[in-house]
């Protein structure tokens, strides 16, 4: 599949060779742990066992690297055993890092509590300034690392300029795509090395499977990674690779909507008496409006807003709320809300990433907009 065709015929036809034995159009479930060899050493199609390489698994990660630009991808039993998948790649003791101050809860806690442990410094810095990211490097900074947009503020991160930055440091440059999905963001085109992906989410976009992706350029770091899947073993199932390449097909589709969706909603929050503020990067007087502009196709479907009266009464939003799925996680077909201050980003209590407590963060689905602004409109009363 040539790389010039179009993100949208990517995403349906990169990876998904159609089966030699029946002319299946859609990849077989390989549920397999082992292989026939013919002789010793001697592998059909270079499959000897399923945590090395899975031919199911083997499409999705042709399919990621096609969609995100990259020279390979790699897909893995979660997001989370991705990052960890990668830091042990990239750092030894000693090494230090940079992580956002508005991140995934769960990255913040390996660092902070896993890496950590094993000798793994870092440090906080608000990477929507690059002067901050500047400030923030140390002559052991082996990484920076991005979220853009972030979780759950929605900041935006000039991933070129910090690219830069990372350059002229000796650092590699780390960007966790989640939030925009490679349809709405490309990192590895803007100079990062990089990218990092919870399947999970818009990727598999279902609810319906966990998973997570590595994708980069570099072939020596690709063979580095790809060693420590192999040898830490947090691969992706047959079965969930064979969910997310499905769910990949319509990411165009879906991502335009949740967009569209989420638009409509930023706009209702911004005009209700009971909302404080709304962050959303396709609002104009977002502080990050003009990068994301830049470097986005669209703005996507997460939209996080501020309550008046604290976080009780926040709570209370996300209690009354029917069509909103109250529950954690993000990207799926149906709406979700969450309490990111008592949800997934609990584990940032008491740190440099502590949330508002006035905060909720939507993850816009793309049901009918009228039906998800009258549901909002009545959860807010």
Not at 33 to 51: A, F, H, P
Not at 217 to 234: I, R, T, V
Not at 285 to 292: D, I, K, R, S, T
Request: proline fraction near 5%; glycine fraction near 10%.
């Amino acid at each position: 599949m040539s790389d010039q065709h179009s993100f949208e015929t990517l995403a349906i036809h990169a990876g998904n060779t159609a089966d030699p034995l029946t002319g299946a159009v859609v990849p077989p479930i390989y549920q397999v742990s082992t292989y026939k060899q013919d002789g010793v050493g001697g592998l059909r199609g270079g499959y000897e066992y399923s945590r090395s390489a899975n031919p199911t698994r083997t499409a999705l990660e042709e399919n990621l690297a096609a969609l995100e630009g990259g020279r390979r991808g790699l897909a893995f039993a979660s997001g989370l055993a991705a990052e960890d998948c990668l830091l042990r790649t990239l750092l030894t003791p000693g090494d230090h890092v940079v992580i956002p101050n508005d991140a995934y809860g769960g990255t913040f806690r390996l660092f902070a509590k896993v890496a950590s442990r094993w000798g793994v410094e870092f440090s906080v810095a608000d990477t929507s300034d690059v002067a901050a990211v500047r400030a923030a490097l140390t002559p052991r900074t082996k990484a920076i690392w991005v979220e853009t947009p972030s979780n759950p503020l929605l900041g935006i991160t000039d991933i070129a300029a910090v690219a830069q930055v990372a350059r002229q440091a000796g650092a590699r440059l780390v960007v966790d795509n989640t939030f925009a999905s490679p349809y709405l963001q490309q990192p590895l085109a803007l100079g990062a090395d990089v990218v990092v992906h919870s399947t999970t989410k818009y990727m598999g976009g279902h609810s319906d499977v966990v998973g997570g992706a590595l994708v980069v350029s570099d072939p020596e770091l690709a063979e580095e990674l790809a060693y420590h899947q192999n040898a830490m073993g947090a691969v992706a199932g047959p079965f969930d690779a064979w969910l997310v390449l499905r769910g990949i097909k319509t990411l165009a589709v879906r991502m335009d909507r949740h967009t569209e969706n989420a638009t409509k909603v930023a706009d209702l929050l911004t005009r209700h008496p009971k909302v404080s503020q709304v962050l959303y990067p396709g609002l104009p007087e977002h502080p990050g409006h003009e990068v994301a502009a830049k470097q986005m196709k669209a703005f996507g479907g997460m939209v996080s807003f501020r309550v008046e009266g604290g976080e009780e009464a926040a709570v209370e939003v996300c209690n009354r709320a029917k069509l909103f799925t109250l529950g954690e996680s993000l990207g799926g077909v149906e709406s979700l809300l969450e309490h990111p201050g008592r949800m997934t980003h609990a584990s940032a209590a008491g740190s440099p990433l502590e949330v508002p407590a006035d905060l909720v963060r939507l993850s816009v689905g793309i049901e009918n907009g009228d039906d998800l602004i009258a549901d909002l409109t009545q959860a807010l009363g």
